[in-house]
């Protein structure tokens, strides 16, 4: 692994992203810091998948740009980028009923030269990701068998098999339960712990504010709030962005908010 | 890794069959020859006539067979892979029955009876002005939605042209050398059909073997691939021009061979744990196999019926493939 690669900072500066001739993003301007796990969070079709996108490189820049460190993602060769930078999808898909050590492996790709076979390194990186997850119980299972939940955990590892600097996830969360989407941000957590950068797009405001250092708040292809729960999530920024008014509380030193009612 | 040896294993023990078969496709005719004296008679002067029949007729026979069918089976494991479709075949894109077409056209007119090699070559352009077609229609950043529409549309309209030209034939004499071209066969080839047939096919198997670690992060679908640093119109292109290569020249050689490409994949699948990269030698080596079993039964039955290669894949083929689909539905309920 170069060194040096973990104390850089995802950048994107003036970034406006299209699709369809539309912009979806527009003139965005933020900095994910090492270290921190990181919310995006905006109502459906605020731009936040995309900007996530346009983050790992997945969606080119239409004006502005992406910056790993000091120099343009765009730059990077596909190879490098992705040894840098961990995708996990949306609502991801396996196609077929691979065994979960396989698809754990996939995430190695980018570490192998183009005929090159996983060696002992590789081996053990999908044994830590399994283990770190905690989904060495299921290793010789297809994955198109398992849970929901116990799916989540694997194509996490799938991501954290190729320890990226840097993990962009896309409502991972969505559709767990309660028990497994706190076990799963715990396990972001844990991995952001170690140098590493995390950015989440989010529907659930609390497991943002519980267990996010940074929330971005987009709405209509442009970030109108950044900062810790209480600036971002404040009552004027929940009505005016989501339409609604909440409950507000702490525990734990730390505070939550009830959707309560339309505003 | 147990799963490692496991693939070894399967490898070996493919390679092994495939090479008895070849033997026995060298050995097995209506002259037989015994397998001890095949090596002298292969390789010593072309004076006798068992060193004549070998060279001249068993030999290009044996070597296109195994060519044919292993170009078909690596084209259908590698276009499944691409389109993540399980019924996906070289012919879905429209490249066999274009080859099949371009070959007609030299039958009808008249062309390949006075130039040998205008019919292989006429099959060679129509499957690469399919590809043409097939990339104008879908752009070069189509989704798989659009490449399997173009690709029927395409294989609609030359299957359309190919009934054309039966329904216009000059003569009863010509309507029969078409439909008898379309039913497939290697019989009565020459070492020249190896000549330029193998390279073609061997390119195109090189280009698909290279598609297998970005097939392999396709099976997560295309975002995570592109995340896992594949460019998808470059593995695209690779797969497609690969079995258009591949099939194209497998077509101008034998005549349109159907269902190699798709049951092989289907049936070595599960042998090797459902990965797309570790399916892609396997199914060459299958198709291979396939092909060569159909030679050899339709030889051992051909002083009784005179049975053509693609009907007798197609026989097989079709019944296995109706079992496929009822385990796969018992599996599913």
Known sequence: MSSGSLHRTLEARRLTLRLGGVAVVEGADL?????????????????????????????????????LGDRPLADLPGRQRAREIGYLPQAATVHWPLVVERVVALGRIPHLGPWQRPGAEDAYAVDRALAATGVEGLRHRAVTELSGGERARVLLARVLAGEPSYLLADEPVAGLDPYHQVHFMELVREYAARGRTVALVMHDLNL?????????????GRLVAEGGAREV??????????????????????????PWGRA | MPGERARAWLLTGLGLVLLALAGASLGIGYV?????????????????????????????????????????????AGLQGLLRNPLAEPGVLGISNSAALGAVLTLYTGVAAV????????AMAGALLALLVLYGLAGREANVQTLILAGVAISSLAGALISVALNLAPSPHAT???LFWLLGSLADRGMDHVAWGLPLMGLGTLLLLSTGRALDALSMGEETARSLGFHLGSLRFRVIVGATLGVGAGVAVSGSIGFVGLVVPHILRPLVGYQPARLLPASALGGA?????ADLGLRLAADRVDLK?????????????????????????
Request: charged share 15%; hydrophobic share 50%.
């Open chain 2, 32 to 76: 037989a020859i015994p397998l001890h004296r095949i090596p002298g008679a292969l390789l010593g002067p072309p004076g006798s006539a068992e060193a004549l029949i070998l060279q001249e007729l068993r030999l290009p026979r044996t070597l296109l067979g195994m060519a044919v069918g292993g170009t078909l089976g690596i084209a259908g």
């Open chain 1, 208 to 220: 943002a504010a519980r267990f996010c250092d940074r929330l971005f708040l987009m709405d209509e």
């Open chain 2, 289 to 293: 196999i396939l092909l060569l079993l």
């Open chain 1, 233 to 258: 999530l404040d009552p004027g920024h929940l009505a005016r962005v989501f339409g609604i008014r909440a409950l507000y509380g702490e525990s734990e030193g730390e505070p939550y908010v009830v």
């Open chain 2, 309 to 333: 290669l693609g009907v007798v894949t197609a026989l097989v083929g079709a019944p296995f493939f109706l079992h496929l689909v009822l385990k796969t539905r018992r599996m599913t309920v």
């Open chain 1, 31 to 67: 900095a994910l810091a090492p270290g921190e796990v990181s919310a995006l969070l905006g109502p459906n079709g605020a731009g936040k998948s995309t900007l996530l996108r346009g983050l790992a490189g997945l969606q080119a820049p239409w004006e502005g740009q992406v910056l």
């Open chain 2, 176 to 178: 029969t050398e078409i």
């Open chain 2, 115 to 122: 130039a040998p090699l205008a019919l292989p070559a006429s």
